[in-house]
């Protein structure tokens, strides 16, 4: 049926004086918003963006380089210990001589027995597995992967913490080899009078300084604060709703020079 168009024209005033009043209250709320800043949701790019975490950490990354790099380098390095006054014609020794083919020698010159042999073995896995959880380790830091059993993997130091045990693990082994090895060479003394010793060499100092430089990738991801579950499905709807629902620089503009809200008890 037909309306008088003095009714129309006031439905029409009113549904616009509404609509004023909500752009009015959605702008307030967002231009004094928990930030303290105007225009908190701002369109993509625009200075204002909501700050994303991320999951990777530089901090704990170079510590795992450096593990990575002197575990390789004490594996390749032959001089892991040094004896001195025996008989044997070799005062380096390392797990270099016993990988592969051992020479005969060794146990014919009284450089090391069987036993040392196997230690020295167990100490090149060790070493292995060394590297192998170091380097995941350092990979975890760099691309910080957002699949959970990985996030909390690298976010506990797993990886790190395993390596500092096997590092542990690799000198406690480097310690009983060297009294084996000194324990032989007092047996066969070069000369009646002589003075016999072992020391340790490069390697043993190398893997010495790759379990510190893990412990302190450990203590930075440990020490490091992470958002709650909460707060990072918040922080996801909010760059949803960010990237999905730009505004316009004009409507920013406005936003800017519009008033505080009324004081309200």
């Given amino acids: 049926r037909s309306v008088p168009a003095g009714e129309g024209r006031a439905a029409d005033s009113d549904r616009r004086s509404d609509i004023c009043r909500c752009v009015a209250r959605s702008g307030r709320s967002r231009m004094y918003g928990p930030s303290g800043l105007s225009g908190a949701r701002r369109r993509p790019g625009a200075g204002g963006a909501l700050p994303k975490h991320t999951e990777r950490s530089l901090a704990s990354a170079v510590p795992g380089a450096l593990s990575v790099t002197a575990l390789c380098t004490a594996l390749a390095e032959p001089a892991w210990l040094r004896a001195h006054g025996g008989v044997c014609p070799r005062q380096e020794l390392g797990v270099a001589d016993v990988l592969g083919h051992l020479d005969s020698a060794l146990l014919e010159e009284y450089c090391m027995n069987s036993q040392t042999v196997l230690l020295l073995r167990v100490i090149s896995a060790f070493c292995f597995l060394g590297i192998i959880c170091s380097l995941s380790a350092f990979l975890l830091d760099v691309f910080g992967p957002k699949h959970p059993a990985l996030k909390i993997t690298r976010r506990y130091a797993f990886a ?38 072992v020391t340790f060499a490069v390697s043993f100092y190398l893997v010495a300084g790759a379990g510190g430089a893990s412990i302190l990738a450990t203590a930075a991801n440990l020490l490091r604060h992470y958002p709650t579950e909460e707060e990072e499905q918040a922080l996801e709807l909010l760059s949803e709703m960010e990237e999905n629902e730009p505004y316009p620089v004009e409507y920013e503009i406005v936003n800017q020079f519009q008033p505080p809200p009324a004081y309200t008890p």
């Fill in 160 to 197: 790190h913490i395993l390596t500092v045990l096997q590092c542990a693990t690799v000198i406690g082994f480097c310690y009983w080899s060297s009294e084996l090895i000194l324990a032989l060479q007092q047996q066969h003394k070069k000369y009646h009078g002589s003075r016999v010793y």
